[in-house]
């Protein structure tokens, strides 16, 4: 299922759980994970996930189909697409 999708986003755990560990071997394209997001609760009944704000309050729902956008330096998460851009050294 990893290989399938362009990101991996995950409520537990850490750089080298299985699934990070699986996601730094595709080498054949551009993928980007944040793993333990912070306030992510996922609900395996309902087959949604909920993103949650320090105060418990939910922020957003997301469900089977919705895209969410993943900053792979910073860890931020975004409901929707985001535009991509690539840094470049201009040294």
Do not use: P, W
């Not at 399938?4 to 759980?17: N, V």
């Not at 792979?72 to 985001?82: C, H, K």
């Amino acid at each position: 299922m990893i290989i399938s999708a362009d990101g991996l986003l995950t409520a537990k755990g850490g750089s080298t759980s299985h699934a990070a560990v699986a996601a730094n071997g595709i080498e054949d394209r551009t993928f980007c994970s944040v793993m333990s997001a912070s306030g992510l609760q996922v609900d395996l009944e309902r087959r949604e996930a909920i993103i949650v704000d320090a105060d418990g309050n939910i922020c957003h729902r997301l469900r089977k189909g919705d895209i969410v956008s993943l900053h792979g330096t910073s860890g931020e998460v975004y409901v929707g697409t985001r535009s991509l851009s690539v840094e470049t050294d201009s040294g």
